[in-house]
């Protein structure tokens, strides 16, 4: 039986967006060949806001078969040909439509995205429109990537590489930003030509689920636009195994990515991989002192750091450590944290208790290496209603919120400097001279981003220069933008989003040379 939602800020029976996707009998919310339908075997899944533990909704939990189905879907669109044999220009007007209705309903996604994360709405109003904006970008590229005509160095050679869809892509995304990193790939996927099966993450799935709908009505056709709801070991498999597939694009951890890796080489299939990091943020005492510390917090703690690019490990030059690193701490220890509608709250929530306890291992072991846990370090609690973290309306007990956790004395052996806590943690270095700042902010088998924190402009290039993560920062942190490359080096994965290559990534070039003179080449003899 279904309950009504209590959640406040969404009901995905009364969404414009959702229609015919969860009749009252119970939910049909994958995706398959245009149509809602139910799990073959019946299963369902309650979604509660993680901020209150309120109900959000119930949706279907795909099985493996329910992915069969999809992928075969998508096999057949893509054969088919309609979507992949609309010209690229056309393509990309749908997605501007996509991109129109995004903003057009932006309130109503956003607050679906509140009620899976437990987000502050202020911060998922701010997604829906990169997410818009992510749309936009690749609807107009579409029709600017169709190849090029190559100078063979022979008048009598016609020479060119055409861009074609790879096929049926996989598309694999997390619960952080769920729209966005939706976006990230559904976007250049599409421009591409090509027919997918999205597997949103399992406690995220409303957006997702609201965003097939607008793909359809914007003149997606049947079959190329297909998702998936549940949980990735129980029916992802198939994504990385199936012949079917040509490629699969994951973001997650690199537990998972490690395993899809595996899986798709037996298949040779394509693979991009967006996975963690554990992101230097360097700050020299020559930094716009202010600017640098709000960026720090703002680095650590945005979305309660459960971001991929989170400024997670703070390396300080030692003349200022000690009072920047003061600073830190009081300015960490007054963060106010509460639900999606508590306008006061500067964070939210985490996503799950699981995922809390997570945290608060990663904490243990630091304590236990010998680091100080300077402020945080434990679970929110009814006490702390009345302490510097409350807003005054939200009851911080009720759900999953962890404080604000500050880790200081820490050197390089300890695992809390090279382990991704994906929460609100910060940990705290100290570099004497350039070389040695360098040298830390490298030390990781990560290399997803960084930032370099100085007035010394000669000084924030060749530091940006000699970091090896996929985007470097200078004198800011956490923005991107869609026409640039985002991606990971070492194990923060392979391949690239946004950005040309972006599209890139989902297309095959093919060189197609045409001899206009055809000759004998009496290279054997008749
Ligand atoms: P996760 O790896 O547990 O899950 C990610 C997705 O993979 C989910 O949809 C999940 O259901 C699915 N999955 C799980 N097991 C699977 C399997 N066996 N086969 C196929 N799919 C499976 O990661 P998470 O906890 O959801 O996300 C957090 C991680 O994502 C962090 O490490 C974070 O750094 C990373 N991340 C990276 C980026 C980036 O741009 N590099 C962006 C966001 C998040």
Known sequence: ???????????????????????????????????????????????????????????????????????????????????????ARQRGDVLLEVAR??????????????????????????????????????????????????????????????AEPIGVCALITPWN???????????????????????????????????????????VPAGVANLITGAGADCATPLSTSPEVDM??????????????????EGIKR???????????????????????????????????????????????ESIAKKFTADLVRRASQIKLGGPTDEAAETGSVISAAHRDKIADYVDRARQQGATIAT???????????????????????????????????????????????????TVETFTDEAEAIAIANDTSYGLAGAVWTEDAGKGERVAGALRHGTVWINDFHPYLPQAEWGGMKQSGNGRELGPTGLAEYQEHKHIYRNLNPAVTGWFAE
């Open 376 to 426: 945080g370090g434990r679970r929110a609690t009814a006490g702390d209603n009345e302490g510097p973290h409350s807003t005054g309306a939200t009851d911080l007990s009720a759900g999953q919120f962890y404080l604000p956790t500050v880790i200081t004395n820490c050197d390089r052996s300890m695992d809390c400097v090279h382990a991704e806590a994906f929460g609100p943690t910060v």
């Open 1 to 87: 039986m279904t309950s009504a939602p209590d959640n406040g800020i969404f009901d995905p029976h009364q969404s414009s967006l959702l229609e015919g996707t969860l009749p009252a009998a119970g939910p049909a919310s994958l995706f398959i060949d245009g149509q809602w339908v139910p799990a073959r075997d019946g299963g369902t899944r309650r979604i509660c806001n993680p901020a209150d533990g309120s109900f959000v909704g119930e949706v279907s939990e795909a099985g493996e078969d329910d992915t069969r189905r999809a992928i075969a879907a998508a096999r057949r669109a893509f054969e088919e040909g309609e979507w992949r044999n609309t010209p």
């Open 177 to 219: 930003y769920p729209l966005l990193q939706v976006a990230w790939k559904v976007a250049p996927c599409l421009a591409a030509g090509n027919a997918f099966v999205l597997k949103q993450a399992e406690l995220t799935p409303h957006t997702a689920m609201m965003l097939m709908n607008v793909l359809h009505s914007a003149g």
């Open 248 to 265: 699969v694009s994951f973001t997650g951890g690199l537990v998972t990515g490690r395993l899809i890796a595996r899986n798709a080489a």
């Open 101 to 162: 209705a995004i903003r057009e309903n932006a309130e109503e996604f956003a607050a679906a995205e509140s009620a899976d994360t437990g987000k502050r709405l202020a911060e998922s109003r701010m997604d829906m429109s990169d997410i818009a904006d992510s749309f936009e970008y690749f609807g107009t590229l579409a029709g600017h990537h169709a190849g090029r005509v190559v100078d063979a160095g022979d008048p009598t050679v016609a020479s060119r590489v055409v």
């Open 271 to 317: 693979v991009a991989l967006e996975l963690g990091g554990k992101n230097p943020n360097v700050i020299f005492a020559d930094a716009n002192y202010p600017a640098a510390l709000d960026n720090a917090l703002n680095a650590a703690f945005l979305h309660s750091g459960q971001v991929c690019s989170a400024g997670s490990r703070l390396i300080v030059e």
